[in-house]
């Protein structure tokens, strides 16, 4: 709260303040100093933060997530923007504000209910829970008086989820009848529904357990699928190798069938030629030598072939 409202007039000192006798309300403007330098820490920008029921109105949001653009001079430097002074019941105009996007929400969430419901809600709530709270019969009346006055009325100042609207943020709206562990539910999904925010610096023992299981059970069937689709790599290998084997012995068996079938084409007119021209001649040769037994065989045979040469008519070339 020092902080907050700032170095004292010149040759005076700020009052201190007592929190424990202090009766008055915070005013405004120091409570805005007080939240915009709460959220800039580094525990809020890193580990995120939760407004319960403030902004409590639009003007609230406009002064807490609203800055002027940051200008710069001649030679680069920042220039210090300054705030119009307003006269009495002047409002602030915003309209050349722009988010602080150092500190501005994420997400916006608008839990709704009629004044019955939420009190009823109220008296559902045990003698502990309510001790030191707001949640009495008096306290309730007004504050959702001063609620509905903000937001819910159609002559007064926007309510404050418009000035998230008018930024462009999705709202999410969740009756209040509805069941916490459904709502939760809900909140986390649209909580994340860019990315998973990282909660640096967070220590939950039950969450941890839980978290390491669920780690677990993530490794475990990430192995399962490892030695799945090792088992099926290897399956699908072995087919492959049995269906290139019986392929290759297919060609062989074509390439062998093909060249047999070249070979006897290509050999059948010779073959034919030495059927007509010498074998019958050969022969008859052979079975002479048998009969004779001569003791030159090869002479006998030549002499004998030398013989009948005459008797070889002379191919036609073109028949062969």
């Not at 020092?2 to 007592?18: H, S, V």
């Not at 999904?189 to 909660?199: H, Q, T």
């Not at 093909?258 to 019958?280: C, T």
Request: glycine share 2%.
């Amino acid at each position: 709260m020092e902080e907050a409202r700032g170095d004292p007039p010149e040759d005076e000192e700020w009052p201190e303040i007592d929190a424990d006798t202090l009766s008055v309300r915070i005013p405004n403007d120091i409570l805005y100093t007080l939240l915009q330098e709460k959220l800039k820490e580094n525990a809020c920008r890193n580990r995120g933060y939760i407004l319960d029921g403030y902004p409590r109105t639009y003007d609230d949001a406009n002064e807490c997530f609203l800055e002027l653009p940051i200008q710069y001079d001649e030679e680069g430097e920042p220039i210090e923007p300054e705030e119009p002074e307003l006269e009495e019941g002047e409002k602030k105009d915003f309209s050349k504000h722009v988010p602080d996007m150092k500190i501005f929400p994420k997400s916006c969430i608008l839990l709704t209910g009629s004044n019955t419901e939420l009190i009823d809600r109220v008296k559902e709530l045990s003698e502990e829970e309510i001790a030191g709270t707001h949640y009495n019969a008096k306290d309730m009346q007004r504050r959702l008086k001063a609620y509905r006055t903000a937001n819910n009325s159609e002559v007064a100042e926007p309510s404050v989820h418009r000035f998230f609207e008018e930024k462009e943020m999705q709202i999410f709206t969740e009756s209040m009848s509805t069941a916490v562990s459904e709502a939760f539910d809900s909140f986390e999904i649209y909580i994340e529904r860019e990315e998973r925010p990282y909660n640096y610096m967070t220590w939950d023992a039950e969450e941890e357990v839980k978290r390491q299981a669920a780690v677990g059970e993530a490794a475990s069937e990430v192995e399962e699928k490892k030695i799945c689709r090792s088992l099926q790599e290897e399956n699908l290998e072995k087919i492959l190798k049995v269906q290139k084997e019986l392929a290759i012995k297919q060609n062989l068996n074509a390439l062998q069938s093909q060249l047999k079938d070249s070979i006897d084409a290509k050999s059948q007119p010779i073959r034919q030629y030495l059927m007509d021209n010498l074998v019958p001649i050969l022969t008859d040769g052979l079975i002479d030598v048998c009969k004779n037994q001569p003791a030159d065989v090869c002479d006998f045979l030549a002499e004998y072939l030398f013989k009948r040469s005459l008797d070889v008519p002379y191919p036609d070339p073109t028949t062969y």
